[in-house]
């Protein structure tokens, strides 16, 4: 930022008005970030692109008004030890009248004014071939349809406890199950994620702000604009969401709260580490914050354009969920600079040297960093940097090592979530007494004169129920379903679709596609397989140009990006064995290697920035070599404490009963924590004084055999004080 500019943002009249500006337009936004929820698109099926063939084949039935997208089968499922009696099948009916009188939301699929929950004893009077009482007669389920439009995720909750507070049999154990209990536990997993979630990742951040500043007072000023960049964040997305058809789920809304406080807060400590070294060197706080502005400001707007930039690589992928997560995340970094550049140096401007108390940094002492920590790392480092950067290479590549036991196959139902939520224990149940989920088909769309022959193709696919009758649709096409004998995310629900899409594309002039749960679910992994080759290096790309531009050289952006590739490899090598061994999870989400890609290289990349802005900046006067141990020196606490931060408030995400989000956050944690105390600070700096000058190559920025030694600090100039009140 121009030295100017950073010193009007920052004058003594001025800071007053960009406070309030930013202020009010943060209140203006508040009420907006309650309503974020009621934007949210979690339904699968909006996930997904146009090409994959369960949207053909959703397209093709709703636009014949043969099935509703909106519908959420549901089951209702009971068990008694010893078998269900008569009067427990009796009660049953009881509670299949009373949801469909007294339950929003029940479909009517005879058009007879009445809704349809079919019982067990119902079926058996109508002849129905399904199949509602187990063998055992221990387990036996209520099938019925739920549709609330498109406010299905928002609607499902209290409809899930409507039922639940009517199917109650004493004795008996009653479980929510099928798609509609499933989108029940998911919408609780999500319960709080505007609230609870945000309040502990504040309290993680203050706790370690208090350490990290030493001061009872300081720590107010990062969290009150952090929170006001989140009340931005998520006011200018739900607008997008609302207006523009920006795709934000709950998994979005989660991460965009998360990255926006962790990041803010990071751009906060780089900012007043700097301001406080300033004030050391300017009798005027005004003057002070000028200068900090502007030596800080183009190393945050670096990180936060390589974050949003990154970031924006998402919506290249085929998947809309990780498209939608592209624009959220860009929205909440963009703000989150906005702020951390305009109201943070405002009020600490405002509120003087004071807020620093009990060390207020005083006009002309000296800067205690310079004989800290990270300058004794740095001189030892000095005497043998090769050796440092060889050793700590091969460390990390042992850690990648752990990559070969990272399993991106996907999670079923049960290893989708961290605890046993309702609909797990009635999913157990179905499959443990023999009874097939009704809620879970295979929907096949095929030409009319060619469906018996496509039904007939199915009949040698393991694992798959008869078909039922085929429907006629428009256009000359025809639909039936078939019931599949697995969980719904599970690999063999896969295996089992795979097999019938072969089957049925073997039928010549059929036009036969495949739809239903189990193909959504499939595509979701063939789509996210697809984004992980496509999107890893194009943000790879797209930081390396970012960094030529911004170092304006070539072989540092090289040896940037390999650290950082480096460090994500061995994160997710030491994450995997976590998984395994320590966590006990089944495996990872397809998407997960590309979620933590992109977060690991955008923010890991952010620490070599602020690193590296710093060690250019004082190339210019000491040479490469000597540049780099001051850099080390000077912003080693920082961001040693921006990582702790940032590591932090994703772990936060652990507190959310997702496998995917509890990995993310631990992958992500471990990431930034080897980049800040191990790659930043010991690999890139030893590769710094090995290489010396030519790592600016071609640049001619630092041409000089500069030598590393030993030098005097000048002593400061002490004469001028702080005048009283400053």
């Keep these: 930022m121009h030295r100017q500019i950073a010193g009007k943002l920052t004058g003594p009249v001025t800071k007053w008005i960009v406070a309030v500006a930013v202020l009010f337009i943060a209140f203006a936004l508040a009420p907006l970030n309650a309503k974020l929820a009621d934007v949210q698109n979690n339904e699968a099926s909006s996930w997904l692109p146009e090409s994959a063939e369960s949207t053909k084949v959703l397209e093709e039935l709703s636009s014949s008004n043969t099935q509703d997208p909106n519908d959420i089968p549901t089951l209702v499922v009971y068990q008694r030890d010893g078998g269900l009696t008569d009067a427990d099948f009796a009660e049953m009916d009881e509670h299949a009248t009373e949801i469909g009188a007294d339950v929003d939301g029940v479909t009517d699929s005879n058009d007879d004014g009445t809704p349809d929950v079919l019982s067990p004893n119902v079926a058996e009077q109508a002849g129905l071939p399904q199949k509602l009482v187990s063998d055992d007669g221990e387990v036996a389920y209520l099938y019925l349809v739920l549709n609330f439009g498109e406010d299905g995720w928002n609607a499902i909750p209290d409809a899930a406890e409507d039922i639940r507070s009517l199917a109650k049999i004493d004795g008996a154990t009653v479980h929510l199950a099928g798609y509609g209990g499933q989108a029940a536990d998911a919408a609780e997993s999500f319960e709080g994620i505007d609230t609870n979630l945000i309040f502990a990742t504040l309290g993680v951040v203050i706790i370690i702000l208090l350490f990290t500043y030493r001061s009872p007072i ?14 931005i964040a998520t006011g200018v997305v739900y607008l997008l969401a609302k207006h523009a058809d920006l795709t934000v789920n709950g998994q979005s809304q989660a991460i965009l709260s998360i990255l926006v406080i962790g990041a803010g807060t990071d751009y906060a400590l780089l900012l007043v580490a700097r301001y406080r070294e300033e004030l050391r060197r300017h009798d005027d706080r005004h003057e002070a914050m000028a200068f900090a502005l502007h030596r800080a400001a183009p190393a945050i707007l670096a990180s936060a354009a390589t974050v949003c930039v990154g970031m924006l690589c998402l919506v290249f992928a085929d998947l809309n969920s ?258 395994e061994f320590v966590f006990g999870f089944a495996g990872a989400d397809p998407g997960f290697p590309l979620f933590a890609f992109v977060f690991l290289v955008a923010l890991g990349i952010d620490y070599n920035i602020f690193l590296m802005t710093r060690v250019r900046e004082e190339t210019a006067a000491h040479g490469t070599r000597k540049g780099s141990l001051i850099a080390l020196s000077s912003t080693g606490g920082v961001i040693t404490s921006a990582g702790l931060v940032l590591a932090a408030t994703f772990l936060v995400l652990g507190s959310l009963p997702l496998v995917f989000l509890a990995e993310l956050g631990v992958a992500v944690a471990l990431g930034v924590l080897l980049d800040t105390m191990i790659v930043r600070s010991v690999l890139v700096t030893a590769i710094n004084l090995d290489i010396g000058g030519k790592i600016w190559w071609p640049s001619n920025l630092d041409r000089g055999e500069n030598v590393v030694a030993e030098e005097p600090e000048a002593e400061p100039d002490t004469s001028a004080k702080v005048p009283a009140g400053v």
């Design 218 to 231: 300081l720590w107010l000023l990062p969290i009150i604009c952090a929170v006001v960049a989140n009340l």
């Design 322 to 579: 990780t498209a939608g997560l592209g624009p959220v995340i860009a929205v909440g970094i963009a703000a989150t600079f906005l702020v951390m550049v305009t109201l943070l140096p405002a009020l600490l401007v405002i509120c003087g040297r004071w807020v620093f108390w009990p060390k207020r940094p005083t006009f002309g002492t000296p800067e205690p960093t310079s004989s800290g920590l990270w300058a004794k790392v740095g001189n030892a480092i000095k005497p043998r940097p090769r050796a440092v950067w060889v050793v700590t290479t091969g460390l990390l590549l042992v850690a990648c090592v752990g990559l070969i036991r990272l399993d991106t196959g996907g999670l079923s139902t049960e290893e989708t979530y961290t605890k046993e939520f309702d609909s797990i224990k009635g999913q157990k149940l179905l499959e443990d007494h023999g009874l097939q989920d009704a809620s879970n088909t295979i929907q096949v769309v095929a030409d009319t004169d060619q469906i018996d022959a496509v039904s007939q193709a199915l009949a040698g696919v393991e694992g798959l129920g008869a078909p039922g009758t085929a429907v006629p649709l428009s256009d000359g096409r025809s639909y039936f379903e078939a019931t599949i004998a697995a969980d719904i995310s599970s690999q063999k629900a896969f295996d089992i679709v795979e097999a019938s899409r072969d089957a049925v594309h073997d039928v010549d002039g059929a036009s036969a596609l495949v739809g239903g749960g189990a193909a959504f679910y499939l595509d979701t992994k063939i789509a996210a397989n697809r984004d992980n080759l496509v999107i890893i290096p194009l943000v790879l790309l797209v930081v390396f140009i970012i960094l030529l531009l911004l170092l304006r050289a070539v072989l540092a952006p090289v040896i940037l990006i390999a650290t950082v590739v480096l460090s994500f490899g061995a994160a997710l090598g030491i994450s995997a064995l976590l998984f």
